[in-house]
């Protein structure tokens, strides 16, 4: 299971990577993983306000369907158009060119999210 250091993790599996007041938000591997082939990715609408928590997206899969949960406040300021065409680009490289949406953060304060240590421990849990 890849589970890369250099970002955050909700319990509901997404990944949180911060940069300059951008997070940059997509689903782990071990969801990639857990959902099957992915085949449609509902996105938010870029300049939408998110709450962290708060349903935004939603992951289609063979098996089944499932909310993305929004990781911190903010504003959503991008979207990986690219899944729109290629929703298996999730499967592939859910770190990179997976990623899901954008948000402008209101705060750079990720401490409520998870470490990969602790995320590591929340997916063995659930696997």
Same mark, same amino acid.
């Given at each position: 299971?890849?589970?890369?250091d250099d970002?955050?993790?909700n319990k509901t599996h #997404?990944? @949180?990577q911060e940069a300059d007041g951008m +997070?940059? +938000?997509?689903i782990?591997?071990?969801?990639?993983d857990q959902l099957g082939d992915v085949v449609f990715v509902e996105l938010p609408n870029v300049g939408q306000a998110?709450? @962290?928590g708060e349903a935004v997206a939603v992951v289609e899969s063979v098996k089944t369907a499932s909310d993305i949960y929004a990781?911190?406040?903010?504003?959503? @300021? #991008?979207?990986? #158009? %690219? %899944? #729109?065409?290629k929703p298996e680009l999730i499967n592939e490289s859910p770190y990179a060119e997976g990623w899901m949406f954008r948000i402008s953060a209101a705060s750079a304060d990720m401490s409520g999210l998870l470490d @990969?240590?602790?995320y590591r421990a929340v997916a063995e849990e659930d696997s």
């Open positions: 299971m890849n589970i890369p970002r955050r993790y #997404e990944w @949180a +997070v940059t +938000v997509g782990s591997d071990f969801a990639q998110v709450k @962290a990781p911190v406040d903010g504003e959503v @300021a #991008e979207v990986n #158009e %690219l %899944l #729109e065409s @990969a240590d602790s």
